[in-house]
């Protein structure tokens, strides 16, 4: 089966600009999470969807992070504006109720540069 | 907050000898871990997982865990490396609405 797909793989932006991040879960897979990965550190969870609604989103900085999941398939993850220290890799994973608890799929996740 | 602690953040070996990576997780009942491995450029990638049933957890590539709830350790190891292990190696803890909490990662360096 295909994999998570994310888009693009590599961005750089100036701050106060906005990006926009795309992630296309494997085909069936009811849970989507973004996380955030600052170099160094281990992958922290921004949000959680189940289907199109939110689980939990209490790690998004709302301020300047904004996602979504339109029809429980496809989902973008917005920055507007970009902070320096929103420099970091952003990870899709995708989940489904059959597979064993816990189980994520990652995709290859974008890296962001902010200058 | 229920968290894992990874002791190293690098490690290097030399090809054919044996890996060991440091866990520790913070004291809870019956706690759901995991080890994720991430080569460069690829997504994250499940080694192999606890759920409370064999303590010895075997995993891809010849990795096994041992979950030891009197040291709340869950360490992960290898017997002879090789040259495709080194990649950077992450110890995760299961939460509730199936969510993960990553630990800050071990590099593991293989050397010739």
């Known amino acids: 089966e295909a994999g998570v797909a994310q888009s693009p793989r590599y961005k750089i932006i100036e701050k106060r600009q906005s990006v926009a991040f795309w992630c296309n879960p494997i085909?069936?897979?009811?849970?989507l999470y973004w996380y955030q990965q600052i170099l160094g550190q281990g992958p922290k969870l921004l949000i959680q969807f189940q289907n199109n609604g939110v689980v939990d989103d209490s790690q998004l900085p709302k301020d300047r992070f904004s996602a979504e999941r339109l029809k429980g398939v496809d989902s973008t993850l917005k920055i507007q504006p970009a902070k320096l220290e929103d420099s970091a890799v952003y990870l899709c994973a995708s989940s489904s109720v059959t597979s064993g608890v816990y189980e994520q799929y990652f995709g290859p996740g974008t890296r962001l540069t902010v200058t | 907050a229920q968290s894992v602690t990874q002791l190293d953040s690098h490690v290097s070996v030399s090809e054919g000898t044996p890996v060991l990576l440091r866990c520790n997780y913070s004291s809870s009942y019956s706690p759901s871990l995991f080890w994720y491995v991430q080569h460069p450029n690829k997504g994250l990638q499940l080694l192999l997982k606890y759920t409370s049933a064999a303590t010895l957890v075997k995993g891809i590539n010849g990795f096994e865990a041992e979950f030891k709830k009197s040291e709340t350790s869950f360490h992960l190891t290898k017997p002879s490396a090789h040259m495709s292990d080194a990649a950077e190696y992450f110890c995760?803890?299961?939460?509730?609405?199936?969510?993960?909490?990553f630990g800050s990662g071990t590099q593991l360096t293989v050397l010739p």
């Open positions: 995760v803890r299961g939460g509730s609405a199936r969510q993960l909490t």
């Open positions: 085909s069936g897979h009811a849970t």
